[in-house]
């Protein structure tokens, strides 16, 4: 697609702007697997629509305020990207985007309170886990709680776990293989610490020293995706001298996993583009780490029926896939069964289901009725947001399946021999 992109609008993000853009042909192919465009039908609602808006945008020719409600819509699933046979990096595209034009977007002080309050808390374990339990607290009352703020008291669980501190160091059991870092993430220490510690039990039993520095922070996801590039990067900056002791650093959250991969992207500019990008190649996934591996024997105490749902930063932003899948299939007494549309965004999409609740409640519906329908005894995935927002549904429709990730599975399994 031609342009004139103007970088006095498009800032220091131009590059990867002008490269999504000019992929784009306006084929379509995008628009039958966009889950906002299945949902609302519009032109604007779809990938390709929402090029053209941003490009309107960036050019000069089309306020930013009247393409927002567009671009907000956009969940960020990047399943457009799995779908585009032209290549367009749609996610390099939208979050740059954001970026540029983050202060040019007027927002109504209710959206602007329940933005400083997700960014204030969501990246902080400490300060989340205070603010669920003060949550918690006011779902009672929630119809007297400004309607800005009931969706994140409605996504809040029934129970939450207390705090679990991490150890620094967990020796290898058995021959030593090596040595690896763990991302530990934020939201997921308050809302599931039990998948860090499964997975630190998996790698030990698998052979591998792990070390979780003290001082880690945030990744920066949550702050790249919504184009605040500049709290972005010093989020993500803190973390590349902690693990310098490491050649692997193993992440089980799939947003995570997605945002560090753009590190190159975000760190394009500013002076410290080759810390980004080193450290950006030295994270894997949890699953493609241990596919990779000889594990010892496992087996689920009886057999049960497991669904996979693909988590969107996992199958589309970093085309993972079949390697969570293998790791089931070594398990003895599981029996994979298919799960409709398995890669469909379930509406969580980092913080989207707190600023676009009803479309997330769509979504999040359709994947609980998929996964009933799939006959499953349990549901896993690769990422927090994903299974906080299956189990809202699925306890909504008095299901008792299960959403569990997929480390906590072969973590029993492995426990069982």
Known sequence: MKHSIDDQIAGSLALPVREAIQKCVHCGFCLPTCPTYQILGQEMDSPRGRIVLMKEVLEGNLDADQAAPFVDRCLGCVACETA??????????????????????????????????????????????LAVRLGKLAAPFSTLVPAFARPMIGMIPESVPGKQRLPGFSPAQGRRKGVVGLLAGCAQQVLAPEINAATIRVLNRAGFDVVVPRRQSCCGALDWHEGRLASARRMAARNFSLFD?????????????????????????????????????????????????????????????????????????????????????????????PLAESDRCCGSAGTYNLQQPEIARQLGEWKARAVVDSGCDIVASGNIGCLIQMRKHLALMNSPIRAVHTIEILDQALATI
């Open 84 to 129: 585009c046979p032209s290549g367009v990096e749609y996610g390099n595209l939208l979050s740059s985007y954001r970026s540029a034009v983050q202060e040019k977007v007027t927002r109504s002080r209710g959206d602007r309170l329940r933005q400083w309050l997700v960014h204030q808390t969501l990246p902080f374990p400490w300060r989340f886990r």
């Open 245 to 337: 002791q490491v050649a692997t650093i193993v992440t089980n959250a799939a947003g995570c996993g997605s945002a560090i991969a753009e590190y190159p992207v975000m760190f394009r500019e500013g002076g410290t583009e080759d810390l980004a990008k080193r450290f950006a190649e030295k994270v894997v996934d949890i699953s493609v780490f241990l596919a990779a591996q000889d594990l010892p024997a496992a087996s689920l105490p009886l057999p049960t029926r497991i669904a996979c749902q693909d988590a969107c930063h996992l199958a589309h932003a970093q085309q993972v896939r079949d390697q969570p899948r293998a790791l089931l299939q070594r398990i003895e007494n599981a029996i994979l069964v």
